[in-house]
């Protein structure tokens, strides 16, 4: 990140080649493709559904019918990890999606209109922050039951309030620039000054920390599922290791691979967003821009 | 009835005369393998913490087992489920079924030193038990009248005969509680509830909220030269790995019921200082089934309910869920208690015949290989019943039906399950030794009570079932009992109104050094005053 801060980035390749400068980036974004293409051919590469007892229960690692082994019910362990694969991103992007939404949305009103506004959404921000995330989180989906849509709504609730603390930062301080000033001038709406104007010039913070903000969701959907709170109906990492915990002693392969597979995704997210933390740093960014 | 007396009493010479002549030979000849020996300390797990030790107040079960040292009922039962003597030395029917007549032990005191007599037994039974205890209100209401004969008589006359009124006496059921303590008290508020007064084996010496209940040798014993062992600690240890971990480490010596997880008990049972055995729990005989809504489509047709027991492998439940704990179930009686009918429509699994069933139903396979869709509300029990669950889910998809799963907290099933919100769900209730007391509520049209947990939660109906389960109710003819309740049995399995699983068994370990621990149907909740310690 020093590296990249002292020498500039060029124009057109600069986001790459800024990107690239950094090796633990690129090898995570290596490692995200690689998970990213096992979710998606999942159903290719294990046509059945993950919850079918194909095997002997507790067959080890290597065996004839199950490369990772089973578990306790002789389910493949490979295709749990597979099919988790779907369950962790798809949980990790869209409870980030409307995090940011939310969070991008109160942000940007609090930081343009300032005034009691702001007071009013920055004591509401507060008011999230002061209760420990995980611990609000496991009271929604207990109070919402267990599903898909709750879980995506309980983590992006919790998740929100650091994103709308950026957004209002980066809002305060490019209101007071010349180009909005100059857009105030010609007479357009606030609307398009916040759409148009000063969003687009705040993005790239915001990407830097979303994508940090899907590792930290896949792993509260893992603590979710491993404490039993996951959607039952859905084949999930934190589920596996939950689930083969209490044999940990007769069989560790059963909790091992699906920890690792979380180590990893979790470990490449943040290493890519590392990497696009250098490509996108905001000084940079605008040099490279002027 | 005078016959099995006179075996009751040689059995108690014998037993009183092998104590008298093992005694000094112990002395004698040291060395020689120990018979029941004074002394020595045992360590049982108690869990989760009992909110009280009063059992006339509290039945649940780890009070149960604690409070069972306390207290005694006038009898208690053998492995076959007959009775024995224990507070009562005798007893007697009147020919019509009617009149129960107990001759009380003459040398019984409470802990504080008062003589136990027939007025306590009047006491606890028409007033105390009445108001406090649910199981013991339900049976002594059918008395007509309680009398004390003289100091050491009871008699119960019934209003009509009661089949199972004997098993009323069995300690958790009516525990003996002193009156000259309660008698005129709010009994809820008695200041005595902190320090329990029974006429059991052991007395309660402290209790250290949260970690452990102390309970010594009670000198004053009415079995003479008993009870063996000084003093009892029950441990409290609420996670269940350091309970596992407890036991291999010999810290405690015993630990009963759900102590130990399931996925444990395969390990601890290869462990060389305990000895696990499952008998000791016949009174209670647990059977659990899967909970189904007959109100709702498609499981209102008897062929789909018959089809779901082809399709679920109950021997694979056995094995690789409760890893071997337990019997595949074949009907709504478990075949440890009384009056179990083997003879009866068998569900042998079967896949095909699940899908042979449902065609006929109706049930064709639609595009998706799909035939019906129901839901499924996982009892919230614990990591066993999720893997159950999850089991159900698939052996029903390989039959054509789509089960989706829901979870829940303990209170929302019962909540759900008792206001008929559910299509399937999971179950398992005590049976207490006899249909009547516990197999008929779950069946009869006249407990389908809406909002009331344990009743007949499925909506089944059948008059003819009613009238089998009223008879054999009201006549204490065993032989007319069995013909009746095979009756019974015969036309529950052929409806299916619950998908019996499994008849449930429990792991108690003990530690090796410790003798006698499991002797009756009650097992560990019994009065421990012949367990013995045997040094080396």
């Known amino acids: 990140m020093t590296a990249a801060a002292i020498t500039p980035a060029r124009k057109g390749s600069g986001f790459w080649s800024a990107f690239a400068r950094n090796k633990g980036a690129v090898i995570g974004l290596a490692f995200l493709t690689l998970i990213i293409l096992m979710a998606a051919f999942a159903d290719v590469l294990y046509p059945d559904s993950p919850w079918d007892m194909t095997a ?27 099919h988790g694969a779907r369950v962790s991103l ?82 305060m301080s490019l209101r007071s620039r010349e180009f909005v000033h100059a857009a105030v001038t010609t007479g357009q709406s606030n609307m398009t000054i916040i759409w148009r104007q000063i969003l687009p010039n705040s993005l790239s913070p915001i990407i830097v920390s979303a994508s940090l903000m899907v590792a ?75 | 009835m005078s016959n099995r007396l006179r075996h009751f009493r040689q059995t108690l010479t014998a037993a009183a005369l092998a104590a008298a002549l093992a005694a000094p030979l112990a002395l004698t000849v040291p060395g020689v393998a120990a018979a029941q020996e004074r002394g020595g300390t045992m360590n049982i797990i108690v869990q989760p913490e009992p909110p009280i030790l009063v059992l006339g107040l509290n039945q649940q079960g780890p009070t149960q087992t604690v409070a069972g ?11 076959d489920l007959k009775p024995q003597p224990e507070l009562a030395e005798s007893w007697e029917v009147s020919p019509d079924g009617k009149v129960y007549t107990f001759k009380l032990v003459k040398n019984a005191k409470w802990h504080d030193g008062k003589p136990f007599t027939a007025h306590d037994v009047v006491f606890s039974t028409s007033k105390l038990l009445m108001e406090t205890h649910p199981r013991a209100r339900a049976t002594f209401s059918k008395c007509e009248k309680i009398e004390a004969l003289d100091d050491y008589t009871v008699q119960f006359t019934l209003k009509e005969p009661f089949g199972p009124f004997l098993q009323a006496f069995e300690v958790s059921s009516a525990p003996m509680m002193p009156k000259h303590i309660y008698e005129g008290t709010d009994f809820k508020a008695n200041p005595a509830n902190a320090t329990p007064i029974g006429t059991g084996p052991f007395k309660f010496k402290e209790w250290n909220k949260g970690s452990y209940i102390h309970l010594v040798r009670n000198d004053e014993y009415w079995k003479a030269g008993k009870p063996y062992l ?124 699940a899908e042979a069933l449902l065609e006929e139903a109706g049930y064709k396979k639609g595009a998706d290989g799909t035939r019906a869709k129901v839901r499924l509300l996982v009892m919230p029990y614990g990591e066993t019943w999720t893997r159950l669950g999850e089991y159900v889910k698939q052996a029903m998809k390989r039959v054509g039906v ?135």
Request: net charge neutral; charged share 20%.
């Open chain 1, 90 to 171: 798809l949980i990790g992007l869209t409870s980030t999606a409307v995090a940011v939404l939310i969070g991008v949305f109160l942000g940007a009103v609090s930081g343009f209109y300032g005034g009691r506004v702001d007071d009013l959404v920055m004591r509401f921000t507060e008011l999230f922050q002061t209760i420990p995330n995980f611990v609000l989180a496991v009271v929604l989906v207990a109070i919402f039951t267990p599903s898909l849509t709750s879980i995506v709504l309980a983590i992006a609730i919790v998740s929100w309030p650091p994103l709308a603390r950026l957004a209002r930062g980066e809002f």
């Open chain 2, 402 to 536: 789509d089960v989706t799963l829901e979870t829940t907290d303990a209170a929302g099933w019962v909540n759900r399950v008792s206001n008929w919100d559910y299509d399937l769900s999971f179950n398992f209730v005590y049976q207490y030794g006899d249909p009547a007391l516990g197999v008929t509520r779950t069946y009869v049209s006249d407990n389908i009570r809406k909002g009331v947990m344990f009743s007949n939660t499925m909506g089944y109906s059948n008059p003819e079932v009613d009238q089998l389960f009223a008879q054999a109710a009201q006549t204490n003819k065993d032989e007319e009992r069995q013909q009746l309740y095979s009756a019974a049995q015969k036309i529950l399995v052929e409806d299916v109104p619950v998908a019996w699983l499994l008849e449930m068994e429990f792991p108690t370990f003990v530690d090796k050094r410790f003798k006698n621990a499991v002797t009756t149907a009650i097992g560990v909740n019994e009065s421990y005053d012949s367990v013995y310690m045997v040094k080396k």
């Open chain 2, 230 to 353: 000084d003093d009892i600690y029950f441990r409290v240890i609420p996670d269940a790995a350091s309970r596992a971990v407890a036991v291999e480490q010999g810290t405690v010596q015993q630990t009963q019921f759900n102590d130990i997880e399931t996925f444990d008990v395969p390990r601890l049972k290869g462990l060389p200082n305990v000895e696990m055995t499952t008998k000791g729990y016949e009174f209670f005989a647990p059977l659990s089934w899967i909970e189904i809504n007959t109100r709702n489509k498609p499981l209102d047709d008897k062929r789909f309910r018959q089809a779901m027991m082809h399709a679920i492998d109950r021997k694979f439940i056995r094995d690789k869920i409760w890893f071997g704990l337990g019997r595949p179930a074949t009907g709504p009686v478990n075949s440890v208690t009384r009056f179990f009918e083997p003879n009866v429509r068998k569900y042998d699994f079967d896949p095909k015949k």
């Open chain 1, 216 to 290: 930290t969701a896949i792993l509260l959907e893992s603590s979710l599922s491993f404490l039993g709170l996951g959607d039952p109906n859905l084949m999930s990492w934190g589920y596996m290791v939950g689930a083969a915990r209490t044999v940990i002693r007769q069989a560790w392969w059963m909790s091992f691979f699906p920890g690792i597979a979380i180590l990893l995704t979790v470990l490449a997210l943040n290493l890519v967003g590392e990497g696009l933390n250098d490509a996108l740093n905001p000084k940079l960014a605008r040099k490279g821009r002027s």
């Open chain 2, 69 to 79: 040292k306390i207290y005694q009922g006038l009898l208690t039962f053998g492995f």
């Open chain 1, 56 to 82: 002997m229960p507790f067959q080890p690692p290597l065996s004839e019918d199950a490369l990772l082994g089973s578990d306790t019910l002789g389910r493949d362990i490979a295709a749990g990890i597979a």
